[in-house]
């Protein structure tokens, strides 16, 4: 996940893709990214925050 995020660049990350990788991932998955991308570069973190952020949702 971090290295698709790094490829696809931060200007490409939006909103939607966002809410589409909230959808597809697993409480658990997203979970998991949070504690992986603490080495990451900031701007990744941020994104991984957001998509981790409803990590306690009944949708993953």
């Known amino acids: 996940m971090i ?3 790094r490829h696809l ?3 490409r990350v ?6 589409r990788l909230r959808q597809r991932l697993s409480i658990a998955h ?3 990214l949070l504690k992986d991308v603490r080495y ?3 701007w990744i973190f941020e994104i991984i925050k957001k998509i ?3 990590a306690d949702d009944a949708d993953g």
């Open 30 to 32: 997203r979970k998991s």
């Open 9 to 11: 660049g931060k200007e």
């Open 52 to 54: 981790a952020h409803h």
């Open 3 to 5: 290295q698709a995020l």
């Open 40 to 42: 990451s570069a900031d």
């Open 14 to 19: 939006d909103d939607d893709v966002i809410r």
